[in-house]
């Protein structure tokens, strides 16, 4: 049962935008932080950026000035909204729900959308 729902991947040129939402339940919603993580061919997934339910936020270094991340407690979604793209951004990109907070590792995080599709072409 999917209970991340991630929209808004797809296809841009090198200094497009994207937006991406990740919709679900309440009970996975309210948990300490919710966000986005990537992983590339070959490369281990990482954490993008992450959202705590004060609004705190946790960034990687590659993305911070380009990405922000907001959630919709109405909606129970969160964004991630991505400007000035480039081609290393390129991956496929998770939705995460952690009872952790903003700083958990890959490992730690307790539910996982199925994933959507960034290509950023040069």
């Known amino acids: 049962q999917v209970q991340l729902v991630e929209s808004g991947g797809g296809l841009v040129q090198a200094g497009g935008s994207l937006t991406l939402s990740c919709a679900t339940s309440r009970s996975i919603f309210v948990l300490n932080a919710m966000g986005w993580y990537r992983q590339a061919p070959g490369k281990q997934r990482e954490l993008v950026a992450l959202i705590a339910n004060g609004g705190s936020t946790n960034f990687a270094d590659s993305v911070k000035g380009r990405f922000t991340i907001s959630r919709d407690n109405a909606k129970n979604t969160v964004y991630l909204q991505m400007n000035s793209l480039k081609p290393e951004d390129t991956a496929v990109y998770y939705c995460?729900?952690?009872?952790?907070?903003?700083?958990?590792?890959?490992?730690?995080?307790?539910?996982w959308g199925q994933g959507t599709q960034v290509t950023v072409s040069s």
């Open positions: 995460a729900a952690s009872r952790l907070g903003i700083w958990t590792p890959p490992n730690r995080v307790n539910y």
